[in-house]
């Protein structure tokens, strides 16, 4: 049985459903507070549990056989991160602590973890590969390369192994458009624009055109949801394999601008969107771009919807249906 942490968010709950259509029996562990009940599979067994509670996760279990963890719960908005350090040190470490704790204690030696491009800050070069600088550039970023930092001791000491997935920018929904992106309040670009195309919102609001890049805005690399998640079950399966720890990339190693995106969404959705120029966000370095080639190559991560199109019709379809 498979242990997801976080499984009732966007990205989680997309796993959940890709690990039960793989035939892996799925256990969800969420405490709700930015997930949703409806977004989990019905196929799985569900307990509403804050990973920070250890009796309770240790009565999970005590009573499941687990083989592996994947952990996605956490909290990830860098501005709300910048302002209150606290929540994310607690929620994201102490949290994670726990679960490693845990699973120390259960003998369970295999966990996938959701990291982020975050943890670069400013790169000094992009694409960007595993070895380069980490030295984030806000307590989000901060408080993942922790957790990575606290895995590595965790394997060197107790043998427990790890694969770390650095996210770049996720976006999309899965094709049955029966889960996507809902984040209350929503910050994200793509579900922002779609949001303005359906009318929901008046503007779009451009946070910088003032950065470095060829028209002012700036660039990150998105990577389909579903896409991200087939890279969590081959790192899964690598571990269920017996593999060394390791940490990968998860981006295409292409990049598009805010601009670029606007008028992507625009096109795809046939719609006139009214932007205005907004002063910077703090911390928006000019560009991310993964270098993916570690993944591809280590991983046998072979990415089906490299498609700036794709990823964006998929989020419009489940946005009219939900939204
Ligand atoms: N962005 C923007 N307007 C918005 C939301 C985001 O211009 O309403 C920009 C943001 O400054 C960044 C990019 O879009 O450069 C992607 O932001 P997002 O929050 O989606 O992801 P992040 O890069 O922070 O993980």
Redesign the pocket.
């Known amino acids: 049985m498979i242990l997801v942490c976080g499984g009732a968010g966007y990205i989680g709950s997309h796993a959940v459903k890709q690990l039960l259509d793989c035939n892996y029996k799925v256990l969800v562990i969420d405490n709700l507070s930015t997930g949703y009940k409806e977004n989990i599979d019905s196929r799985a067994l569900f307990y509403n549990v804050d990973i920070r509670d250890f009796k309770e996760l240790d009565n999970i279990f005590k009573m499941h056989k687990i083989d592996a963890v994947l952990h996605f719960a956490a909290n990830s908005i860098?501005s709300e991160s910048v302002k209150d350090p606290y929540k994310y040190y607690e929620n994201n470490v102490l949290g994670s602590l726990n679960l490693l704790k845990c699973m120390k204690n259960n003998n369970i030696l295999k966990i996938v973890f959701s990291s982020t491009a975050a943890v670069y800050g400013n790169p000094k070069r992009v694409p960007i590969e595993e070895t380069d600088e980490t030295i984030p550039t806000n307590p989000y970023g901060e408080t993942k390369l922790a957790i990575e930092k606290i895995l590595k001791w965790f394997d060197n000491a107790y043998n427990i192994k790890y694969i770390s997935l650095r996210y770049f920018?996720v976006a999309g929904a899965d094709k049955s458009a029966n889960i996507g992106e809902m984040h209350n309040p929503e910050?994200?670009?793509?579900p922002?624009v779609i949001k303005t195309a359906l009318g929901e919102r008046e503007y779009?609001?451009?946070?910088?055109d003032d950065y470095n890049t060829f028209d002012g805005?700036?660039i990150?690399d998105y990577i389909h949801v579903t896409d991200l998640v087939d890279a969590h079950i081959l790192a899964l399966e690598k571990l269920l394999n017996n593999s060394e720890s390791n940490i990968y990339n998860l981006g295409y190693g292409e990049g598009f601008s805010?601009k670029q995106i606007i008028e992507r969404v625009s096109y795809v959705t046939n719609s006139n969107i009214k932007v205005k120029i907004e002063k910077r966000?703090d911390g928006?370095p000019d560009i991310?771009i993964a270098n993916p080639n570690k993944a591809i190559n280590d991983l046998r991560f072979k990415p089906k919807y490299n498609d700036l199109d794709y990823i964006i019709k998929s989020a419009f379809n489940w946005h009219k249906k939900f939204i």
Do not use: P, S
Not at 204 to 208: D, K, L, P, S
């Open positions: 860098v920018n910050t994200h670009l793509i922002l779009m609001y451009i946070f910088g805005t700036c990150r805010v966000r928006d991310l």
